[in-house]
């Protein structure tokens, strides 16, 4: 923090933010309850087709219509760009895809910009793996902060960051996660792999953010061993404020374009980092050292009641 600046106190309103929180994982808990999660092809096994049209591109309604007549199960159809359209369907053969494309092409002219097919048994390997993956970048998240922070015991233990840390990282992918069950239950968005990409890189940008301030206040602890807990931690979230705030928007402005202007196929993906680095900059600055204190703070009332 520069000299001369007026430091904020931040966690004289932390009560404030776990409401705000609270309100944003209860709402995003409910949208996962009620919608749950709409998993791609690359999960579940079938067919994309890319298709761009030379002139017009048809109504989803009259390429509905134009295919109706295909055993293609449950379809969606989504736009992109002007004249674009992106087919998801169950698993399609050779034969099928060619009826298919004679079909959307009617007394248009066409070009395919893509097919894909995934069976089954890979879309469930797929889901497997991505739920191993995700256990152990957690895990090994936990593991890594207690050992970083072994040094600092007191007055709260190594093991309460890294908990404190899995709770933030909570926070940061239940809210995309949330985004995304409403977005799929209302325009039929789906859950694919480059979305669980960006959900681990979420993963490993919010705890860097977490780490930075968590670090601050181990070397606050040990240079300002006369003051007490919370005003270590005020003063650490004002040294890394600017960086924090800067690294995010350095970071989300490529983003902002990205999603505007990449294009369909990156356009879930951005939205998700998007989402993931938004909540992940707010709970380094506004959950992270604030839970610590509350929990410190409600461990030693618990001392007292004891003791009395």
Partial sequence: ???????????????IYFLFSGILILAALVSLILFGLKPGIDFTG?????????????????????????DLGEISIQPTEERGVILRM???SEETH????????????????????????????????????????????????????????RPVSSWQYAITSLVCLSHDILIPLGTFSLLGFLYNVQITIPVICALLTVVGYAINNVVVVYDRIRENLLSRKEEVFERVA?????QTLTRQI????????????????GGETLKYFALTLILGITAGTYSSIFLASPILVSWLWWRQKKVLTRAK
Avoid: C, H, W
């Fill in 1 to 15: 923090m520069v000299m001369g600046i007026k430091e904020i106190p931040f966690l004289k309103y932390r009560k």
């Fill in 246 to 261: 800067n690294t995010s928007l350095t970071t989300l402005f490529p983003l902002l374009a990205i999603f505007f202007l």
């Fill in 234 to 238: 005020d003063v650490a979230i004002n």
């Fill in 46 to 70: 079938g067919s994309i087709l890319e298709i761009e049209y030379k002139t017009e591109r048809p109504s989803n309604q009259e390429i509905r219509e134009a295919i109706s007549n295909l």
């Fill in 98 to 153: 060619q009826e298919l494309l004679e079909k959307l092409m009617g007394n248009k002219e066409l070009e395919e910009k893509g097919f894909e097919s995934i069976g089954p048994v890979i879309g469930r390997e797929l889901k497997e793996k991505t739920k191993a993956v995700m256990v152990l970048a957690l895990l090994s998240i936990v593991f890594y902060i207690t050992l970083a922070f072994k040094r600092v015991s």
């Fill in 90 to 92: 169950k698993d399609i």
